[in-house]
């Protein structure tokens, strides 16, 4: 599906990220999924003509007031609060003063023709941009609270109140809600009350020019050597950050069971664990990093008597470099309690290789069970140790998952989410008119 500039010509789009900077390294911080998505949607939307703010929070003083991304797409750092990062928990006293500095500078010449929001901290910001410049709201979720409750891990506390109570706001708020799966679409129904006219299922897209698979098994077997793996090893990797809910923990007690079960050849080569992310947020968040080392050493994976270390930290890693190591490892583990689609997931594929993950939320979607990797039910060790094992150990049936998995992830591209992305802006677009007061339509026509 391609863009078309006809009908769309020169509009604006407002994309709202305001937690986290479209700048920041995935994999750090409070910076994921929703930071590629947001830069893949803006790129893509600009090659098909539309001209894209992407607008958050400054929390540096040397941060320029405008950053150009690509040819139209720039990041505007909005003052709001201190020009510091902040724990999360104090970014809700604080989008009331981004709504202010927007609503006090306005847009671009012309204005912008539709808002949208990415995550609940940036659907309060949007709400109030779209109600006054009387244009359309559309947000994306990206996580839900409700569901986050649902599937959080041991000793985790709920949400909080705040949150639930800013998401229902802002889903009542929207003109168009943008899910990436069915499950998510039924979830914003069933959990929240939105209108089912207002839901759109669209799928997210994969830069599939920065990952690829391997040319070749000799430039395959180059990138392992010069990221330290030997040609015996058998890797897992982990991308993202270090948090209970993506389950960095579950992947580790599952090597600790894969070599407690085959302790004398333990598997055809070495088993290396790689670890690829940084902690979450700030503050108590920060330690992440320690607590995780220090199960590795408890289970034995770290600080071994043969001086073999099982475990390898690596720090998150732009895309590049990111692709290279996907490409190194022989299964991609996704652990994650919840998760509302998983581009890590479909990244990984996308780089040939197959993958383990839970079958929740969007993973079902990402990995096609048995035909692209494995859905592992739940975060039971003992399940996952059963599945890595069972690839691990199967070397043809690696090779025929991945090559499956480089072809369903090519079905998911930034092109066709940007596409559908525009259809859902023409009918939020509608939807207003019908309500009254938007200055003039929207369009978008796909090929």
Do not use: I
Not at 69 to 85: K, Q, Y
Request: proline share 8%.
């Amino acid at each position: 599906m391609e863009v078309a500039r006809s009908g769309w010509g020169a509009r604006r789009v407002a994309l709202v990220s305001a937690h986290t900077s479209p700048l920041a390294q995935a994999g750090t911080g409070d910076a994921g999924g929703l930071n590629t998505y947001v830069v893949g949607l803006a790129r893509a939307l600009a090659a098909g003509g539309t001209e894209v703010d992407l607008l958050t929070r400054a929390t540096a003083p040397d941060q320029p007031p405008v950053v150009p991304v690509a040819s139209g797409v720039r990041v505007r750092h909005v003052p709001a609060g201190p020009l510091r990062e902040v724990e999360k928990e104090e970014l809700p006293g604080l989008v009331g003063a981004m709504a202010d500095h927007l609503l006090a500078r306005g847009g671009p010449p012309g204005g912008y023709d539709v808002v949208h929001s990415h995550y609940w901290l940036s659907g309060q910001v949007g709400r109030r941009l779209a109600a006054a410049w009387e244009v359309p709201l559309v947000h994306s979720m990206h996580t839900m609270a409700l569901v986050k409750d649902l599937h959080r891990g041991p000793g985790q506390p709920q949400e909080p109140q705040v949150r639930v109570t800013g998401e229902r706001d802002v889903v009542a708020a929207a003109d168009g809600l943008v899910a990436s799966t069915d499950d998510e679409a039924r979830e914003l129904v069933e959990l929240y009350g939105a209108d089912p006219a207002r839901v759109a299922v669209v799928p997210p897209g994969v830069d599939l020019t920065a990952f690829s698979p391997p040319s070749s098994q000799g430039l395959a077997r180059a990138e392992r050597a010069a990221l330290g793996l030997r040609p015996e090893d058998r890797v897992l990797l982990f991308a993202g950050r270090l948090q209970p809910l993506k389950g960095p923990d579950v992947l580790l007690r599952a090597a600790a069971e894969l070599l407690a079960r085959r302790p004398a050849q333990a598997l055809p080569g070495s088993l290396v664990v790689v670890v690829v992310g940084g902690p979450s947020g700030s503050g108590t968040g920060q330690r992440a990093r320690e607590d995780l080392l220090a199960l590795a050493v408890e289970l034995g994976l770290v600080g071994r008597p043969d001086r073999r270390d099982v475990v390898r930290l690596v720090d998150p890693q732009p895309a590049p470099e990111l692709a290279r190591w996907y490409r190194a490892a022989d299964v991609v583990a996704v652990p994650s309690r919840t998760e509302s689609f998983g581009l890590v997931a479909l990244e990984a594929q996308a780089c040939g290789t197959p993958v383990v993950a839970t079958s929740t939320g969007g993973l079902r979607t990402a990995v096609a069970d048995r035909r692209t990797g494995l859905l592992v039910e739940d975060a039971d060790p003992g399940r996952w140790a059963d599945a890595l094992g069972a690839l691990l150990d199967d070397e043809p049936r690696r090779r025929a998952l991945g090559a499956a998995a480089s072809a369903h992830a090519a079905a998911f591209s930034w092109v066709a989410t940007a596409g559908r992305t525009l259809e859902l802006y023409e009918r939020a677009a509608a939807r207003r008119r019908v309500r009254g007061g938007d200055r003039h339509p929207v369009r978008a026509t796909c090929s």
